[in-house]
């Protein structure tokens, strides 16, 4: 495991608690020491006891060689440095396995993308895990579910079975696009949450954004290559859900501290974790505007950061590109599922969801 902050800590223990040895690289030797030592990440997971199968070292080599799988817990902006202080480690099989949830901000590559390019291995050894998934909760062994992604059905059920214990479960698919855009579309929404809370909306505002907040993660993700119904599951709507209405959520907070009149400076400064929201909003945006993919509720969350928008002000849902009523479900008006427009009468995925109608 790369990484000890409270995600790569809780996912090490729900890995050894399924039963593996597990070995978690620190990069101070102070913080690794003291996970061996007291079997606790007090600065990340206060009152949290880890199991004795879990080690801790500051040794790169020590973690990784002879690793079957290793897993990836860092922020996505530093993903690719420790990709290659890592790649003359991997033996020829090993799984990678990306527990984070960003796009990288130069290239707007996916965290996979950026692991297959790097490390220069094939797909079919990556894998992606996501759901509705805060650490604190995992960590005190609140049950949740997760689901485990890769191109390969085999690697994405080897993963699986190795996170899967009492409070724990996990579900595979093979929809890699899906999966990681719904865990980076969700903190931008849940971001946009945390600015109508810090202002002090209430639940009506909220939930009007979740709701429409679905609909442009499923357009997004749809217009990327992703099956519409993977942003209904566990790595879409689960995680959006989670995030939104949780305090524990990193990017509720930071959008909150947002709403409530601080400057992106501020806000950076006084978050302890990396909230990855914050740095997905652009590249996010690019690749939108891209594909010809409309995000009201991101454009505003952007306006917001940069301080061209007063917080008060921020509405994304009523925004559309008319004043005449719209449509709720696409341009028909015909009912398709989340995404406007992403589903067709007479579509395969039409007929299986209504029917012939015949």
């Known amino acids: 495991m790369l990484g000890t902050g409270s995600w790569g800590t809780t996912f090490a223990k729900i890995l050894a608690d399924s039963g593996a040895d597990v070995y978690m690289w620190a990069r101070r030797a102070e913080a690794a020491a003291a996970i061996d030592r007291e079997h606790r990440n007090a600065e990340y997971l206060p009152g949290v006891t880890l199991p004795p199968n879990l080690r801790a070292t500051s040794d790169l080599k020590a973690a990784i060689t002879g690793a079957a799988v290793v897993f990836i817990a860092v922020p996505s902006q530093a993903l690719r440095d420790n990709l290659t202080a890592i790649k003359p480690l991997l033996g020829r099989d090993t799984i990678v396995v990306s527990l984070m949830k960003g796009v990288e901000k130069q290239t707007g590559l996916r965290m996979s993308q950026v692991i297959e390019q790097c490390l220069e291995i094939e797909p079919e050894r990556v894998a992606v895990a996501s759901g509705p998934n805060l650490a604190m909760e995992i960590a005190k062994e609140q049950p949740t579910a997760a689901v485990i992604s890769s191109v390969s059905l085999e690697t994405a059920q080897e993963v699986a079975l190795l996170a899967r214990n009492r409070y724990f479960r996990t579900f595979v698919n093979t929809d890699v696009i899906g999966t990681e855009f719904g865990g980076v579309l969700k903190n931008l929404i849940a971001v946009a949450i945390g600015i109508v809370d810090g202002v002090g909306y209430g639940e009506n505002t909220k939930a009007s954004i979740i709701t429409r907040g679905l609909v442009e993660m499923t357009d997004f993700a749809v217009a990327q290559g992703a099956h519409a119904e993977t942003l209904s599951g566990l790595a879409g709507l689960g995680d959006l859900i989670a995030t939104c209405q949780s305090p524990l959520s990193r990017n509720n907070t930071a959008g909150r501290l947002l709403g409530q009149g601080y400057s992106l400076a501020s806000v950076v400064k006084q978050m302890q974790q990396t909230a990855e929201g914050l740095a997905s909003v652009a590249p996010v945006l690019e ?22 928008m007063d917080p008060r002000d921020i509405a994304p849902h009523l925004t559309t590109a008319s004043d005449e009523p719209q449509s709720e479900h696409g341009e028909t008006g015909e009912i398709a599922p989340l995404g406007t427009g992403s589903v067709k009468p007479g579509s395969g995925l039409w007929r299986r969801l209504f029917g012939s109608g015949r």
């Open 287 to 308: 690749i939108a505007a891209a594909s010809g993919v409309e995000m009201p509720i991101v454009q505003q969350v952007k306006r917001v950061i940069e301080g061209t």
